[in-house]
């Protein structure tokens, strides 16, 4: 048996190394060549304690030694899955095939990292009556009728993902409010999807702007992808790096140096208003991850300082809200819109602006 050749029992793999072998290459290095997982996953399980050389724990940069007995158990991670939470739902509509929801800020839409709990999906499967949803493995497969939502992408494509999103067919960023559609069935998810994608859907945002955006009315292009610099963040890149995004806007009012602005998406990327507002030049007002949290346009004396560090506490979030949403119904075919107000939160921050910058 060569040493690319473990022996297999259960999910312990063992390794006998030739006694020839001379590369001495750390263990977690030359373990992530002859294991289909991660050189992260191997020195998890090596940290963990589920390896051994010759019988001894060992450390993930120890060389390897011809003669060496490996042995190594990878973890697998926990089954992941949502459990349905008793958790108020503002249903703007709602028939056997759909649900049209309004999202309020801080709520996630979907399980994942650092939000197991207390999402919207937890909030659905509790309003559809479903069962909690547990995965073991990406084969997994949830059965639609049963669960209640749909299933169409609702179960993680890679090991180790946790985002479990049953009946989710877009998203809002957690400090977004407003309109969401949820599906019930794979048909109307699969129509609804369609739609998104086909630009069929009409979609308008409203948001407090830093600045004056000229003209007063347009449209904002440019591809969106990771941020080489942060990879927690988008950016508008090269068209080869992202993917197509357009924005239009217009300015409804404005403030001192402040904006009341409708957005309308023509397509619908991560982040997509937030980025393209900050590459113009006008960032969210309140959004940190992109440059709004701080005094953009005007003075900045101490005065003003404090007056803008007072409303960001109070707004916490990105000045964004998804005002309205229509689509074309999955079953009847017929047109659907929906408008939500603006929330207290939006409306009290423009009217203070409004108040102390003047027009």
């Not at 724990?57 to 939470?85: C, N, S």
């Not at 547990?134 to 059965?143: C, G, Q, R, W």
Request: with cysteine; aromatic share 6%; glycine share 10%.
């Amino acid at each position: 048996m060569s040493d690319s050749e473990p022996r297999r029992t259960g999910d312990l793999l063992t390794f006998e190394v030739p006694a020839e072998y001379a590369a001495a290459e750390r263990l977690d290095k030359y373990l992530a060549a002859r294991v289909e997982t991660s050189r992260t996953k191997v020195q998890e399980s090596i940290v963990a304690g589920a390896a051994t050389v010759n019988g001894e724990e060992p450390k993930k940069a120890r060389p390897v030694e011809g003669g060496d007995t490996i042995r190594l158990r990878l973890l697998r991670p926990p089954p992941v899955g949502a459990k349905p939470e008793d958790i108020p739902l503002d249903i703007a509509y709602e028939d056997e095939h759909l649900l049209v929801v309004h999202k309020p800020a801080g709520m996630v839409v979907h399980p994942g990292y650092g939000h197991r709990t207390g999402t919207l999906v937890n909030a659905l499967l509790y309003h559809v009556g479903a069962r909690p949803i547990e995965i073991n493995a990406p084969s997994d497969e949830l059965d639609a009728q049963a669960v209640g939502l749909s299933t169409v992408g609702a179960v993680p494509r890679q090991e180790g993902n946790p985002a479990v999103r049953p009946g989710i067919v877009h998203r809002l960023d957690k400090g977004t409010t407003g309109l969401l559609v949820v599906a019930k069935d794979n048909a109307a998810h699969r129509s609804l999807a369609r739609q998104f994608r086909e630009r069929t859907t009409r979609r308008r945002y409203e948001a407090l702007l830093w600045g004056r955006p000229s003209p007063p009315e347009g449209t904002l292009e440019g591809a969106i992808g990771r941020d080489p610099r942060d990879r927690k963040k988008m950016a508008v890149v090269p068209a080869k790096r992202g993917k197509p995004a357009r924005t239009h806007y217009r300015v409804a009012e404005r403030a001192g140096h402040t904006a009341r602005v409708a957005f309308r998406l023509e397509t619908g990327r991560t982040h997509q208003i937030r980025v393209h507002a900050a590459e113009a030049g006008h960032p969210l007002l309140a959004d940190k991850k992109y440059g709004g949290a701080q005094v953009c346009s005007g003075a900045s004396g101490r005065k003003r300082r404090a007056f803008f560090e007072r409303l960001f506490d109070r707004l916490g979030r990105p000045a964004l809200h998804a005002a309205s949403l229509g689509f074309r119904h999955p079953a009847t075919g017929e047109e659907m819109d929906f408008t939500a107000e603006t929330p207290d939160d939006l409306r009290g921050a423009w009217e203070e602006l409004c108040r102390v910058e003047g027009t």
